[in-house]
Antibody
Framework: EVQLVESGGGLVQPGGSLRLSCAAS????????MSWVRQAPGKGLEWVAK????????NDAAPLKGRFTISRDNPKNSLYLQMNSLRAEDTAVYYC???????????WGQGTTVTVSS | QSALTQPASVSGSPGQSITISCTGT?????????VSWYQQHPGKAPKLMIY???DRPSGVPDRFSGSKSGNTASLTISGLQAEDEADYYC??????????FGTGTKVTVL
């Protein structure tokens, strides 16, 4: 079964850091682009970042670039999101998702919740 | 990059057809055929419904269809069913080499 499982969310103080993980299974992880998408409480989806199969990212223009860094470890079938200098407005459910062969996010995890609060 | 513009809500009776619009610019929707649509039920992860403007993944009912004209993409649901009640989001590639989602549309089945 193709599956993505996020972990690492929790409560963090403003200014703090957190590293999210996403474990992939059921497909050849190293063949696919991956992304992180977030959703603040009661709000819409917000694209965060994408990463190529070889681990290089092309997110220079991403709004969160500079505070958030996407990375992956193909031998471990894992995707990561390093989040620094967290703010209250970063409070959200964070989803990892796979870019299918065609241009669409065809597999999603269940999400992990990040709460930034003192 | 601003979010793509969608109507906040659309409603219809069972069996009817509804269309959700997604308006962007020539830098995103108008410039590329990389528009996708996602359905999200409350408390659930999004689900891909349409990719590359008008193609359906396997398993998505053919009552869901997508199209594009200029800077506006559209998702049409024909033969509306109760289980179609959900939030819907469009997404487009942009000339900044990033993606942007729409503001989201709540579909209500009357």
């Amino acid at each position: 079964e193709v599956q993505l499982v996020e972990s690492g969310g929790g409560l963090v103080q403003p200014g703090g850091s957190l590293r999210l993980s996403c474990a992939a299974s059921g497909f050849i992880f190293s063949n696919f682009w991956m992304s992180w998408v977030r959703q603040a409480p009661g709000k819409g989806l917000e694209w965060v970042a994408k990463i190529k199969p070889d681990g290089s990212d092309e997110n220079d223009a991403a709004p969160l670039k500079g505070r958030f860094t996407i990375s992956r470890d193909n031998p471990k079938n894992s995707l990561y999101l390093q989040m620094n200098s967290l703010r209250a407005e970063d409070t959200a459910v964070y989803y990892c998702a796979r870019w299918g062969v065609r241009a669409g996010l065809d597999v999603w995890g269940q999400g992990t919740t990040v709460t930034v609060s003192s | 990059q601003s979010a793509l513009t969608q109507p906040a809500s659309v409603s219809g009776s069972p069996g009817q057809s509804i269309t959700i619009s997604c308006t962007g610019t020539s830098s995103d929707i108008g410039g590329y055929n990389y528009v996708s649509w996602y359905q999200q039920h409350p408390g659930k992860a999004p689900k891909l419904m349409i990719y590359e403007v008008s193609d359906r993944p396997s398993g998505v009912p053919d009552r869901f269809s997508g199209s594009k004209s200029g800077n506006t993409a559209s998702l049409t649901i024909s033969g509306l069913q109760a289980e179609d009640e959900a939030d819907y989001y469009c997404c487009s590639y942009t000339n900044s080499n990033i993606y942007v989602f729409g503001t989201g549309t709540k579909v209500t089945v009357l």
